[in-house]
């Protein structure tokens, strides 16, 4: 049987989810994003998640984008937990620059945070990290392919990563063709700096080498108008700027530092940002966490926290049906959920634009064969009515989650999404830095026709002997 469990965090305006890939006798951690605003809420949220996993590694940390509320507390928490992988949406000198001039515009950055977005195989390297993942965009389709059907081993998976120095750790599958260069970090550390299309999922094996019915598949944002334009205007503001190698990333490091230690150039950075200025997210990944099959020969059992149900009816006693039923546990009321091949995915968005036509149709091109498996949406850009659309909202889904702060000026999430998410019959939840809001979901998924399912689904989450 395998189990996913995964949590939001309670970090207001920002977004730190965290997971885990159960077998009987492993476990695969992973992250998406660890940062907010509220740098207290923050700072509690990683400590509790560090100390309640007893967690000193990360097998994987996925970036949905650089902003400084997704990504405030990595520093925090790799100063506490080493992450062996960390995949980062596509990098290049535009998105870079723009990067580096939005924060110019907006404030102070700090000489960390530079160093961050014009350099992570070094930043994330001088914090323990072995390999950096850069996932980039085109035009293949989602390549689910076999094993989709027989959950077997792909042709063209060639080599494992296996675990560092944890043999209970699921290893993970991916390509050496997409390694670009191993380099050297400031602390002398070797960094595996891969360059992968985004038609690559990534894969998990069991211990005995069969891969798992589950899936973590990204969707990278293709390039915009916008970041053509922005692209045109540093061109001439910044003629002399060194190449952007990911192979080689110091120059650009050292020159972008030197553009901020100078004020003309500073404001002549800002300029470029304001002057380009129409959508300040240039790009985020998207991260799909959840079965590659779901078909009546999978049952799904799904435990959900809180005193709601998935319909948002206060939960009481009902008798088990064959295919839908909740129950108690304990002191607290959970919503717990079974049934033949129900949804168990969990999707995870970032500030992605999806009001913009052609990339919410790239999107749902990319995902087609995956979105009917979707329990769970994390909707994009904490609930703005300027980033959401209601095609978003599919058949299977149940529960939409904005994570935003309680009051905040931005107005997140608007009432609007609220309302749309509501007349579709699904449950809206705002996680906000408020501990009561935190929201988190088990998953498990077995054989149709086990009769111990439920129990084995609390026994691999330890709450049965």
């Given at each position: 049987?395998?189990?996913?469990?995964?949590?939001?965090?309670?970090?207001?305006?920002?977004?730190?989810?965290?997971?885990?890939?159960?077998?009987?006798?492993?476990?695969?951690?992973?992250?998406?994003?660890?940062?907010?605003f509220d740098r207290h809420a923050l700072e509690r949220e990683i400590a509790s998640y560090v100390s309640a996993n007893k967690a000193e590694r990360i097998d994987?940390?996925?970036?949905?984008?650089?902003?400084?509320?997704?990504?405030?507390?990595?520093?925090?928490?790799?100063?506490?937990?080493?992450?062996?992988?960390?995949?980062?949406?596509?990098?290049?000198?535009?998105?870079?620059?723009?990067?580096?001039?939005?924060?110019?515009?907006?404030?102070?950055?700090?000489?960390?945070?530079?160093?961050?977005?014009?350099?992570?195989?070094?930043?994330?390297?001088?914090?323990?990290?072995?390999?950096?993942?850069?996932?980039?965009?085109?035009?293949?389709?989602?390549?689910?392919?076999?094993?989709?059907?027989?959950?077997?081993?792909?042709?063209?998976?060639?080599?494992?990563?296996?675990?560092?120095?944890?043999?209970?750790?699921?290893?993970?599958?991916?390509?050496?063709?997409?390694?670009?260069?191993?380099?050297?970090?400031?602390?002398?550390?070797?960094?595996?700096?891969?360059?992968?299309?985004?038609?690559?999922?990534?894969?998990?094996?069991?211990?005995?080498?069969?891969?798992?019915?589950?899936?973590?598949?990204?969707?990278?944002?293709?390039?915009?108008?916008?970041?053509?334009?922005?692209?045109?205007?540093?061109?001439?503001?910044?003629?002399?700027?060194?190449?952007?190698?990911?192979?080689?990333?110091?120059?650009?490091?050292?020159?972008?530092?030197?553009?901020?230690?100078?004020?003309?150039?500073?404001?002549?950075?800002?300029?470029?940002?304001?002057?380009?200025?129409?959508?300040?997210?240039?790009?985020?990944?998207?991260?799909?966490?959840?079965?590659?099959?779901?078909?009546?020969?999978?049952?799904t059992i799904v435990e959900i926290g809180g005193a709601k149900d998935l319909l948002g009816r206060e939960l009481e006693e009902r008798p088990q049906t064959q295919?839908?039923?909740?129950?108690?546990?304990?002191?607290?009321?959970?919503?717990?959920?079974?049934?033949?091949?129900?949804?168990?995915?969990?999707?995870?968005?970032?500030?992605?634009?999806?009001?913009?036509?052609?990339?919410?149709?790239?999107?749902?091109?990319?995902?087609?064969?995956?979105?009917?498996?979707v329990l769970t949406l994390a909707v994009p850009h904490h609930g703005s009515s300027s980033s959401f659309h209601e095609r978003l909202l599919g058949e299977g889904?149940?529960?939409?989650?904005?994570?935003?702060?309680?009051?905040?000026?931005?107005?997140?999430?608007?009432?609007?999404?609220?309302?749309?998410?509501?007349?579709?019959?699904?449950?809206?939840?705002?996680?906000?830095?408020?501990?009561?809001?935190?929201?988190?979901?088990?998953?498990?998924?077995?054989?149709?026709?086990?009769?111990?399912?439920?129990?084995?689904?609390?026994?691999?989450?330890?709450?049965?002997?």
């Amino acid at each position: 049987m395998l189990v996913n469990v995964r949590r939001q965090h309670p970090v207001g305006q920002g977004f730190f989810s965290t997971g885990e890939v159960r077998t009987s006798g492993a476990v695969f951690s992973y992250v998406y994003d660890c940062g907010s605003f509220d740098r207290h809420a923050l700072e509690r949220e990683i400590a509790s998640y560090v100390s309640a996993n007893k967690a000193e590694r990360i097998d994987a940390l996925f970036v949905s984008h650089l902003d400084w509320d997704h990504v405030s507390g990595l520093d925090v928490l790799l100063g506490m937990v080493r992450a062996d992988t960390v995949f980062l949406p596509y990098l290049n000198a535009t998105k870079s620059l723009f990067l580096a001039a939005a924060a110019v515009a907006e404030g102070d950055p700090s000489a960390d945070y530079i160093h961050l977005v014009s350099n992570p195989p070094d930043w994330l390297g001088s914090r323990g990290t072995g390999r950096v993942a850069f996932l980039r965009p085109d035009d293949s389709p989602l390549q689910i392919g076999q094993a989709a059907v027989s959950l077997q081993a792909e042709a063209h998976i060639t080599i494992e990563i296996p675990p560092v120095n944890d043999p209970e750790s699921l290893p993970m599958v991916l390509d050496p063709h997409n390694r670009v260069v191993t380099v050297e970090s400031s602390l002398g550390m070797p960094v595996e700096v891969y360059d992968v299309s985004h038609s690559t999922p990534l894969r998990l094996r069991n211990e005995r080498q069969e891969v798992l019915n589950w899936m973590f598949a990204w969707f990278a944002h293709p390039h915009t108008e916008l970041e053509e334009a922005f692209r045109e205007i540093v061109e001439a503001a910044f003629p002399n700027r060194p190449e952007f190698d990911l192979a080689n990333l110091k120059p650009w490091n050292e020159w972008l530092l030197s553009v901020l230690q100078r004020r003309a150039q500073r404001k002549r950075l800002a300029a470029c940002y304001k002057s380009a200025f129409r959508n300040r997210n240039l790009t985020s990944l998207v991260l799909y966490s959840g079965p590659i099959k779901m078909s009546p020969e999978f049952q799904t059992i799904v435990e959900i926290g809180g005193a709601k149900d998935l319909l948002g009816r206060e939960l009481e006693e009902r008798p088990q049906t064959q295919q839908r039923f909740v129950m108690r546990r304990t002191s607290e009321v959970y919503g717990v959920h079974g049934g033949l091949g129900l949804p168990a995915a969990w999707l995870g968005t970032g500030d992605s634009d999806f009001r913009n036509g052609p990339r919410r149709d790239a999107f749902q091109s990319h995902y087609a064969a995956l979105l009917d498996f979707v329990l769970t949406l994390a909707v994009p850009h904490h609930g703005s009515s300027s980033s959401f659309h209601e095609r978003l909202l599919g058949e299977g889904l149940a529960v939409c989650v904005a994570s935003a702060g309680r009051g905040g000026r931005y107005g997140h999430p608007h009432s609007d999404v609220i309302d749309k998410v509501a007349t579709r019959g699904k449950v809206f939840l705002t996680v906000t830095e408020d501990p009561r809001s935190a929201y988190h979901e088990c998953v498990g998924i077995g054989q149709a026709g086990d009769t111990d399912l439920a129990n084995r689904f609390w026994r691999v989450l330890g709450l049965l002997e």
